[in-house]
């Protein structure tokens, strides 16, 4: 019998792939970054080649360094960067274009159209999502609309769509397989989440064809084989998950009330509703978490466009740390902030804020401030924005938040850590395995093949790697909360439009 699960996690500055064996233990892995293009401000895109290459390149290579071969490994599951939007030909399998990344604010302007028609409150009832250029349906609609008889093309089935792990899938199985999972499905304002179905008032108001789509499947079921080229043999691709859902339930949240946070190139927080979806009162996502079992599970979602991505722009924008691990380094050359705020909106807020015109700003700069006073601000930014979410959580819920399960790169830095968990006032408790996307990949593919028996099973490898305790007091922590939010009230509505 196989004894390993290998997870194929994209994101969004690199590829990476984990070998995972039945403890749920990361046996070997391979990551390599790929180029970000920003053809201008606001603007990010992706070389959908330079996605597949490093995929497959790094999924060999962790094989390799476990000294596996094919046969080894039982299943492979997929998680991704999501909203990431790719457009290929059916007959080529070439892009047609750059992949327009979800940060990309390229259909800011369909948006605010849609929005001055007054569909917002349709789409939202439909899909849980807010009209937002975040969000794939109009990342279709502008390349669409971008690239003359694409749109007639795309209605006789020669365009194809997919979302990252659409693509990845297309590739893996040598275009035998077009589809999605339900978790990805719900990200792109065309996937109704009551109906479990593509929406055809949305894709006419968008101008959309419904052939373009792919098929939308649970997230743990055999969606097929790689082509033997790529492994030397078959293996079935058995799970698929955008990359926040696959986190949580990595981090086994598998009962209502549980949360999770993970810190990546952005924040996002997932809260389990159950089988029934939450309706958002307070400018979160209402979003499918996963679909297992003849069952979906939904969730509340708090997305922040940049988080650890700040870092990179101290690497790679300011050039005040060599390397990303440098930065908690640094930030610890001064004992807190002195004052300064650092609101990251690089490509416009998130939730709760839904601003794709806010812009970036450091404010509270003296003569005094060092580069130590940024990073910790940058750090900090992680955080604050994080207690944002769990404020407007709590408010949908109904209920207070408990505790808050994180992963992600950024979660093992220990001061950030408590610095979070002192600004939220409750505990926040980090996992044995940080890297809980490819955990939840592996999960929901060895699920679908037996692997694993049950979500209990899994729920009982989840292990504790360090607990923090809040230990700011009540009166310190709204006082600095109430300067964040007025660095971010300054932040908004910036860029002209």
Same mark, same amino acid.
């Given at each position: 019998m196989p004894k390993y699960i290998l997870a194929l996690d994209q994101g969004t500055t690199s590829s990476r792939a984990i070998v995972f064996d039945r403890d749920g233990r990361a046996v070997a892995s391979a990551q390599q970054e790929f180029p970000q293009i920003l053809p201008a401000p606001g603007l990010v895109e992706h070389d959908p080649e330079a996605i597949w290459s490093s995929q497959l390149r790094v999924a060999r290579e962790a094989?390799?360094?476990? /000294?596996?071969?094919?046969?080894?490994?039982?299943?492979?599951?997929?998680?991704?960067?999501?909203?990431t939007t790719i457009l290929w030909d059916r007959h080529t399998g070439r892009p047609v274009a750059n992949a327009i990344v979800w940060q990309s604010r390229a259909s800011a302007g369909?948006?605010?159209?849609?929005?001055?028609?007054?569909?917002? #409150?349709l789409v939202r009832a439909k899909t849980g999502l807010v009209l937002d250029a975040?969000?794939?349906?109009?990342?279709?609609?502008?390349l669409l609309d971008a690239h003359e008889g694409l749109r007639a093309r795309a209605a006789k089935g020669e365009i194809l769509f997919g979302t990252v792990d659409t693509w990845l899938l297309w590739r893996l199985t040598g275009g035998r397989r077009h589809a999605t999972d339900l978790s990805n499905a719900s990200r792109t304002l065309l996937f109704n989440i009551h109906t479990l179905d593509w929406?055809?008032?949305?894709?006419?108001?968008?101008?959309? #064809?419904?052939?373009?789509? #792919?098929?939308?499947? #649970?997230?743990?079921?055999?969606?097929?084989e790689t082509a033997e080229e790529h492994f030397g043999r078959r293996i079935p691709i058995a799970g698929?998950?955008?990359?926040?859902? $696959?986190a949580a339930f990595g981090q086994a949240c598998f009962e209502p009330g549980t949360a999770k946070n993970t810190y990546g190139t952005g924040a996002f927080m997932l809260w389990n509703t159950g089988p029934q979806p939450v309706a958002s009162q307070n400018n979160l996502l209402t979003?499918?978490?996963?679909?297992?079992?003849?069952?979906?599970?939904?969730?509340?979602?708090? /997305? *922040?466009?940049?988080?650890g991505a700040v870092v990179q722009w101290l690497r790679d924008g300011l050039g005040i740390i060599k390397t990303s691990a440098e930065v908690e380094r640094?930030? $610890?050359t001064v004992p807190d902030n002195g004052g300064v705020y650092f609101v990251p909106a690089f490509v416009g807020l998130g939730a709760p804020h839904w601003d794709s015109y806010a812009r970036g700003t450091i404010l509270g700069i003296t003569r005094g401030t060092t580069a130590g006073h940024l990073a910790r601000a940058a750090l900090e930014s992680m955080a604050y924005q994080t207690r944002d979410l769990a404020e407007a959580m709590q408010k949908d819920a109904g209920m207070p938040l408990g505790s808050l399960k994180v992963d992600g790169g950024a979660s093992v830095n220990d001061p950030l850590m408590q610095f979070q968990a002192d600004i939220l006032g409750v505990e926040v408790c980090r996992p044995v395995v940080s890297?809980?996307?490819?955990?939840?990949? $592996?999960?929901?593919?060895?699920?679908? *093949?037996?692997?694993?028996?049950?979500?209990?099973?899994i729920a009982r490898q989840w292990a504790l790697d360090r607990r923090f305790r809040p230990g700011l007091a009540a009166d310190a922590r709204e006082a600095l909360c109430r300067r964040w939010q007025e660095a971010v009230r300054r932040s908004l509505d910036w860029e002209e439009h």
């Open positions: 094989m390799r360094r476990a /000294s596996l071969g094919a046969g080894d490994v039982a299943a492979v599951g997929i998680t991704n960067q999501r909203e369909i948006c605010d159209r849609l929005k001055a028609d007054g569909l917002e #409150p975040y969000f794939s349906g109009t990342k279709i609609k502008h929406d055809d008032e949305l894709l006419a108001i968008l101008g959309i #064809p419904r052939a373009m789509l #792919p098929e939308v499947r #649970p997230s743990s079921e055999v969606y097929g698929d998950a955008g990359d926040q859902q $696959a979003t499918i978490g996963w679909g297992l079992g003849g069952r979906v599970t939904y969730c509340l979602e708090g /997305s *922040v466009f940049i988080s640094l930030s $610890a890297e809980t996307t490819a955990l939840g990949a $592996a999960y929901l593919a060895g699920l679908a *093949v037996g692997f694993w028996h049950d979500t209990a099973e």
